[in-house]
């Protein structure tokens, strides 16, 4: 960590450490109670279609945001997001109607996916030497996973005694402070932006810097593995365990505990000892291996057998996350934000895919069947990356 101490001497990167932490305590109050709170107004089929839905939408909004950022400038794509997705958080939390929820819930999910976008572009810009890329990229997941492990507990509570609505409140109050920050600090901020990059161009880069495909599907698993969870395991755990809100926050918070453990040393070990697949491969393995004990629960309410698999879940995905992060990262600029575009496509891509996956399953399968293709996708898609050379 010596890297981030001599980085005192640079204030944009502690600046967007301090932002990402905001977003992501903002974001993880709602993360894991947005299906929930669709449900209650529609079907499970139609909460996977509205999440299909905004996941187009933000692949559209993905695809033209370098030409954007490229006229306009990152701080202004900043800026404006950020009064959307209040605007959005505003609307789910006054709940006036089903077609409002939904229009609401539809900026939000594009709004925080370009915030996170833009917050790349100022991260890889504060950040100076590749080979310090592990440490910079661990502290700021880390710190971000963070906020999302101690907030599920207190969720629950909320949900249970204030019900779904003021949890958006409270995540409207807590990110406005984003908005300060990202006018008084980022604004001052000068990003080395490539006017010419477009979203084409970035799959052009594709065919010659094949190592990046890789970081794309590895990235691609991880974030399939990550909608899956957020879409459905509230739905699961409420009407396979009848679990209250109580119980499902406290295991969140459990589940989520690894991220905290070893983002940040296995960061290092990719910086110095070892590279990014191996881990990675472990992560994947271990991953699936959680969701076919899921199958296998088959509706059990042992509460420490399912905290048990849910925290080793977390395990694999936190190897599989700082490695895939690093691993792309390394590889690119600040100016490759078409090439930054299309990792974060990624995300929105998995929620796509997702939603489509529910919405067929829910028609003719029982639920126990999504953690099963799941774990049969990242299965497929670890052979996907076997060729990938790691990049230190």
Do not use: C
Not at 21 to 46: C, G, K, P, T, V
Not at 48 to 66: G, H, Y
Not at 276 to 305: D, R
């Amino acid at each position: 960590m010596d890297y981030l101490l001599k980085e005192r001497q640079i204030p944009t990167v502690w600046w967007v450490y301090v932002a990402n932490s905001i977003i992501a305590l903002h974001y993880a109050l709602i993360l894991f109670i947005n299906s929930a709170y669709l449900d209650i107004f529609l079907s499970y089929e139609l909460v996977s279609l509205v999440f299909l839905t905004a996941s187009i939408i933000t692949i559209i909004n993905f695809a033209i945001l370098p030409k954007v950022i490229s006229q306009v400038g990152v701080f202004t794509v900043t800026f404006f997001t950020v009064v959307i997705e209040i605007l959005a958080i505003i609307g789910l939390a006054l709940g006036l109607n089903d077609t409002s929820i939904i229009f609401s819930f539809l900026m939000h999910s594009v709004s925080i996916s370009i915030i996170y976008f833009t917050l790349d572009i100022y991260l890889e810009n504060a950040t100076h030497k590749e080979e310090t890329t592990g440490d910079v990229r661990a502290a700021y997941i880390t710190l971000g996973n963070l906020m999302f492990v101690i907030t599920p507990f207190i969720v629950g509570k909320i949900v249970e005694t204030q019900g779904y609505q003021m949890v958006y409140v409270i995540s409207t109050f807590v990110f406005i402070p984003f908005l300060f920050i990202t006018i008084s600090k980022l604004r001052r901020t000068k990003i080395t932006y490539n006017k010419k990059d477009k979203i084409w161009l970035g799959i052009q880069k594709l065919k010659k810097r094949r190592n990046v495909v890789y970081s794309l599907i590895s990235q691609l698993i991880l974030q399939i593995f990550y909608a899956v969870m957020a879409i459905y395991l509230s739905l699961y755990l409420i009407e396979q365990t009848g679990f209250s809100w109580d119980k499902i926050g406290l295991l969140f918070t459990i589940m989520l505990v690894p991220f905290l453990i070893f983002e940040i040393p296995i960061g290092r070990l990719a910086d110095t000892r070892f590279g990014e697949k191996e881990f990675m491969l472990v992560g994947f393995v271990i991953m699936a291996s959680s969701l076919i004990a899921i199958v296998f629960m088959n509706g059990s309410v042992n509460f420490l057998l399912w905290a048990a698999i849910l925290f080793a879940s977390r395990i694999g995905a936190s190897f599989a996350e700082i490695t895939s992060e690093t691993h792309f990262f390394r590889q690119i600029k600040e100016s490759d934000s078409s090439l930054i575009s299309l990792f974060r496509m990624t995300r929105p891509i998995a929620y796509a895919f997702v939603g489509l996956i529910g919405a067929i399953t829910f028609g003719y399968l029982s639920f126990t069947w999504i953690w099963l293709i799941l774990a049969m996708i990242i299965i497929a898609g670890s052979a996907l990356i076997l060729p990938m050379k790691d990049s230190r």
